[in-house]
């Protein structure tokens, strides 16, 4: 037996022999790192708030196919699958779903099985030597017409990239970081004693570990500020208050760097989508919906289109957005007297902007300049619909202003 085993034997009988000491190791809080996976990494804040602004741009998208002319195809049977497109999921649900996937592990695999549809999990794939992608799901093989691949793809033609994986070292300090502030403070402040002895500790002195073990009892009982121990001590034993051996300063310092860097792995500058969400929710919906989203709706476009339509289609679906679901109330109001002020569109879209009825008239759906445009009296040269003279011209060219 080697001199490494022998010393390892002799520590493992000396730990036997610790009765009370063992008791009080089971009490010890230790720090260690937090692993990234499925089950917390939304417990980040800061990653859960940035994947809700972009994935909820994309749940409010309305979907649309259309034709290689672009006019749109009504009531189409792929759009009846989005709206619906399995038993647990809504729409919106399998479109926020697959898109916090995409960010996350950097791909998703969307089933098309008939008219349902499905997000695949732990899907292996490989290309064979015509570089066909396969599919396997537990061992059994899915047919490529029924699955798509779709990856945000960084430098590999086969594998998207994430959060998970690009920023992994990033968010495994921020959360290990935001753990030990919350631990501290949930457990009050992590208040430690350290209990000094003048005489050796004997675990075969009964007497002796049986007062350790009661001082132990009384500090572990001391869970709220307002408790107040009295702890009697013999001669030789003292209590010392032990400072937290975390630093709040040091650690928020680490998180106000690194957290924003989070962001950055998502395709946002968080330090410009904050001052923008701070003076101009428009300009900052739009940042995100340029730097983040619109990438996205396009790839999810390309891969969804080949999925209910196959290669040989004419047909494909669109993503809208409606950047103006994201501004406010009076920013809408001050578009729309905009519009009516200058006459680039009609007072029915206006009214439906704002959230009120349209009129569905012609005289609120047609298109009106208003003579701040136009010189008064040459009315009737920017408008075509006038077929009487001039006098009728001028009594319709201003009702219409």
Do not use: C
């Not at 399998?94 to 916090?100: G, H, R, S």
């Not at 307002?226 to 010392?240: F, H």
């Not at 920017?382 to 202003?401: A, F, Q, V």
């Amino acid at each position: 037996m080697g001199l490494r085993d022998r010393f390892s034997n002799y520590l493992y009988k000396q730990a036997e022999k610790r009765g009370w000491f063992e008791d009080a190791m089971t009490r010890t809080i230790r720090y260690g790192g937090r692993y990234v996976d499925d089950d917390n990494i939304l417990e980040s804040s800061d990653v859960y708030e940035l994947m809700q602004d972009i994935s909820n741009q994309l749940m409010l998208a309305t979907i649309s196919v259309e034709d290689h002319e672009g006019n749109e195809v009504k009531d189409h049977s792929a759009l009846r699958t989005l709206r619906n497109p399995n038993d647990y999921l809504t729409g919106s649900e399998f479109i926020k779903l697959m898109t916090n996937t995409y960010l996350l592990q950097g791909e998703a695999f969307p089933v098309l099985d008939i008219d349902e549809l499905h997000l695949a999990t732990n899907v292996y794939t490989e290309l064979d030597d015509r570089l066909i992608e396969h599919f396997k799901v537990g061992g059994e093989e899915i047919p490529g017409s029924m699955i798509r691949h779709v990856k945000n793809i960084g430098t590999n033609h086969l594998n998207g990239v994430g959060l998970m994986q690009l920023g992994r070292n990033t968010l495994e300090g921020v959360m290990s970081a935001e753990k030990v502030l919350t631990d501290k403070y949930a457990k009050g402040g992590l208040m430690a004693f350290l209990l000094k002895l003048d005489a050796h500790i004997n675990p075969s002195n009964g007497a002796q570990s049986k007062l350790i073990k009661a001082i132990l009892d009384q500090l572990e009982q001391i869970d709220e500020s307002r408790s107040i121990k009295l702890i009697p001590l013999g001669k030789g034993y003292e209590i010392d208050a032990m400072e937290s051996p975390i630093d709040d300063d040091k650690t928020l310092a680490y998180l106000n760097v690194y957290k924003k860097d989070l962001g950055k792995f998502l395709g946002i500058n968080v330090d410009t989508y904050v001052s923008l969400m701070q003076t101009d929710l428009e300009k900052a919906m739009m940042y995100l919906h340029n730097k983040a989203v619109r990438p996205i709706m396009k790839n999810f476009e390309d891969h969804l289109s080949l999925l209910f339509f196959g290669q040989n289609s004419n047909l494909r679906l669109k993503f809208k957005i409606n950047i103006l679901d994201f501004v406010t109330y009076s920013t809408k109001t001050n578009i729309g007297y905009n519009i009516v002020r200058t006459g680039i569109t009609s007072p029915d879209n206006v009214a439906d902007m704002l959230g009120f009825p349209k009129q569905n008239t012609p005289e609120t759906q047609a298109i009106y300049i208003s003579n701040d445009l136009s010189k008064i009296g040459e009315k009737n040269a920017t408008d075509d619909s006038l077929k009487g003279g001039d006098e009728d011209g001028e009594k319709e060219g201003n009702s219409g202003s």
